[in-house]
């Protein structure tokens, strides 16, 4: 029984990638979305990018759908194929044994711990501000040929897929290198966070096309509300009164920033909605992807590398098929053999995105999610700075204050939490003794 439900989750496979491929050449050459405006190109980008994910995802699904039906999971033998799907798809759900969100290890001194906090800190800031600087540059900045041929480079896709292939290689390097605990999530539930966190990517690169970098960094500053909205409708947060505060103040420090900035790059209302929209779209998935990967920590206490590994593995096949699909990949390769300070760039970066995020998961770890949001409230304030200076961004007194009222917020709400949090703990003490 088990070989004929696995011949025909091979046939779902091969009839359902075959069927999609075909449809997405058909749907691509659509002459109604070869007609639209410059403008608005990044919609039929988006729409081509979301056909190629289908490619994989829908097959899966499909598969998935199957595997369910049919019970195969308790029939399945001991092959090579059935240990795959069973680690795809198999539950091995537990409860969470330690929320404290703090793990300080070993016996290291008060120095030593110091030592490694100025570190991380450090690390954090060059990774991450050298990150902000290089997106900008190569989704706003032309580039020069040896033969002094000008173009600027437009395929955010390939930005991702290189970033999330360096990140795939780091993380499992340090997977393979150092001793982990037994990895308990199915494979499939990375698949959700996977495509929210390459869309989001995706619309933040795109956002670059019609809006400026500091107006980026404080939208996802101000990212409080859609946060909450989806804490609300995925994990059924409860959220405090100091955080409804704060996140209004937030919404008022933008609000001043936008006027006085406005995107610093529309020319006209189309350019304004297109900039605006990827901006809220780019935050709806970050929102989405923070709260998925909660819950898997929380169920399967997963590891941070482990996330890291496993969503960036799915990032890979979902972005590089798409590639393949529509010819991205070989066209964006050119580029780079014809622009070698894009290759530059486009490495480094992704070394930085890759370092950030094996200091993010390692300041967590250590020294818990307080010290981390702290570290990249100052980051982002960096950023900011950095990106006027450098791309000579416009900031008046409207906009200072509203920077002052965003960071002040954050900086308030991480205060109160922690607060809220002693007051808790010594109530509790108090009604123990």
Known sequence: MARSIELVIFAINIVGILTLYVLNLLVLNWDVLQDLPKDSAWIVDGARNILGYATVFLPGYLVFVYIKKTNYLNVSGRGPIGAVIRTCFGEDELPLLNSSGVTIK?????LQNSLLLIFYFFGLQVSYLSWGVLQEKIMTQKYVSPSNEIAYFKD??????VNRILAFSMSAVVIFCTRQPRHRCPMYKYVFCSLSNIMSSWCQYEALKFVSFPCQVLAKASKTIPVMIMGKVVSKTKYEFYEYVTAVILSFGMLFFLLDTGTDKTSNSST????????????????????WQGKLFKAYEVKPIQMMCFVNFFSCIFTLTSLVQH???????????TYPQFTVDIITLSVCSAAGQMFIFNTIDTFGP???VIISTIRQCFSVLLSCIIYHHNVHLLGGLGLFLIFFSVLLKIYCGHRLKRIRQQNEALLKS
């Open 106 to 110: 070993g016996t290291r001194t008060p």
């Open 156 to 161: 955010s896709q390939f930005l991702v897929f």
């Open 272 to 291: 304004a909605f297109s900039g605006v929209f990827l901006l809220c779209l780019y935050i709806g998935f970050d929102s989405f992807t923070a709260n």
């Open 327 to 337: 010819g991205g990949l070989f066209k964006s390769a050119s580029f780079m053999f």
């Open 370 to 372: 307080l010290v981390f």
